[in-house]
Structure formats: structure tokens, C-alpha cells
T-cell receptor, first 111, second 115 residues
């Protein structure tokens, strides 16, 4: 699985969009980009995933560059409850694939 | 029911004790996972069960023994642990068609302290 690189921490003002970048320059064609978040002392929570196309759901949008070497998770209107560690993972779609959580980005939403 | 439950929430045990962690899901998922998470670190995969069979063992010491009695239950038996095994133990499940790459649903974890 491809290694992912994320900034250690980011701040965002409440109500503004939070844009969390992720680099996965060694991603292969069959690897999906997954995003999870972990609010303090809770289990990780699935947010969104994609392969090539941009994706949107009720929680967030995922923008994947055309060369697939990087992606951005967008929380359109961040709230204080979005303060968490956000993990970007590149996972293969074979049964031999392994999930590897990187160090993630600690997002702090401030009032 | 879209929930993964874990019991107990907290566990304190001595190095000579034997204890078990329990995980349960009723979403019909056929893949279940154990992760270990140390403070301020990301989760580390320990074991994966697919259709009640152990599919992945990430070279975990034998003092951790997983068990999957049925498709809804996953246990982690603990014996002769060391203080450095103190961590948050997370259980997750997924549909099972493609282990790992399916969306994983996590439980709240068991906070384990080994004295």
C-alpha cells in the first residue's frame, strides 16, 4: 500500500471550510483513498473514500488530483465537533491489502 | 443496527492475569479486525478474521490470542501481558467481500492497563 503524508496539525475557524491535504505520490491504480477521523478517546469513524473521481457525501467532499498523487478532504462548514485526528489511507482492493493508518492531521476547530 | 460494541470499556490487569476482550456487531459483516492504539499514535492492525477464519496476523506476540466464535463475535484473549501492552484496543468490522478495503466500522475501544 502507498505511504501517505499529512500535515501534523491544522486550525480552522468555526463555520469556515476545512481543507485537509494528503500526499500519496506512490499510489497505484488499484488503491482507493480512504479518510477516517478519530475524535478524542473514541474509535475511528469512516468519512469518505474514492478511487479517481471526486466524491461528496453528507459529511465531506473528497477531491483527488488527476494524477492521483494527492487529495484533499473538505469539511464545508466546520463545527467544534469536527475537532479530531483525520487519517488519510491508501488501500488496495485485493484481499491481500493491508490497512495502514499514517500519523494523521490533528484538526482543531476554533470558535 | 450500525454499531460495533466492545466490552469492557476499561480493564486493569496484572501481568499474571488472564482476561478477554469482547467485540460484537449485528450488521451482517463477515470481516472483523483487532487494532492496538498507543497514546498519540495511529491504530496498528493486529488481526483480521474473514468468514470466521483468521486471514491476517500481523506478527502479534502469542500472549494475544484472537477467537471468532461466530460471524457476530470477536474475542481477544490476553495472558501474561506486559506493561507496554497497555493501550486502547479497537475492534472493527466490514462487509467482508474485500477485507481491509471495505469501509470499516469501529467500536469505541477497550482501554487496557497492565500493571
Amino acid at each position: 500500500d502507498a505511504k501517505t503524508t499529512q500535515p501534523t496539525s491544522m486550525d480552522c475557524a468555526e463555520g469556515r471550510a476545512a481543507n485537509l491535504p494528503c500526499n500519496h505520490s506512490t499510489i497505484s491504480g488499484n488503491e482507493y483513498v480512504y479518510w477516517y477521523r478519530q475524535i478524542h478517546s473514541q474509535g475511528p469513524q469512516y468519512i469518505i473514500h474514492g478511487l479517481k473521481n471526486n466524491e461528496t457525501n453528507e459529511m465531506a467532499s473528497l477531491i483527488i488530483t488527476e494524477d492521483r498523487k494527492s487529495s484533499t478532504l473538505i469539511l464545508p462548514h466546520a463545527t467544534l465537533r469536527d475537532t479530531a485526528v483525520y487519517y488519510c489511507i491508501a488501500q488496495t482492493n485485493t484481499n491481500a491489502g493491508k490497512s495502514t493508518f499514517g500519523d494523521g492531521t490533528t484538526l482543531t476547530v476554533k470558535p | 443496527d450500525t454499531e460495533v460494541t466492545q466490552t469492557p470499556k476499561h480493564l486493569v490487569m496484572g501481568m499474571t492475569n488472564k482476561k478477554s476482550l469482547k467485540c460484537e456487531q449485528h450488521m451482517g459483516h463477515r470481516a472483523m479486525y483487532w487494532y492496538k492504539q498507543k497514546a498519540k499514535k495511529p491504530p496498528e492492525l493486529m488481526f483480521v478474521y474473514s468468514y470466521e477464519k483468521l486471514s491476517i496476523n500481523e506478527s502479534v506476540p502469542s500472549r494475544f490470542s484472537p477467537e471468532c466464535p461466530n460471524s457476530s463475535l470477536l474475542n481477544l484473549h490476553l495472558h501474561a501481558l506486559q506493561p507496554e501492552d497497555s493501550a486502547l484496543y479497537l475492534c472493527a468490522s466490514s462487509h467482508g467481500e474485500r477485507i481491509i478495503t471495505d469501509t470499516q466500522y469501529f467500536g469505541p475501544g477497550t482501554r487496557l492497563t497492565v500493571l
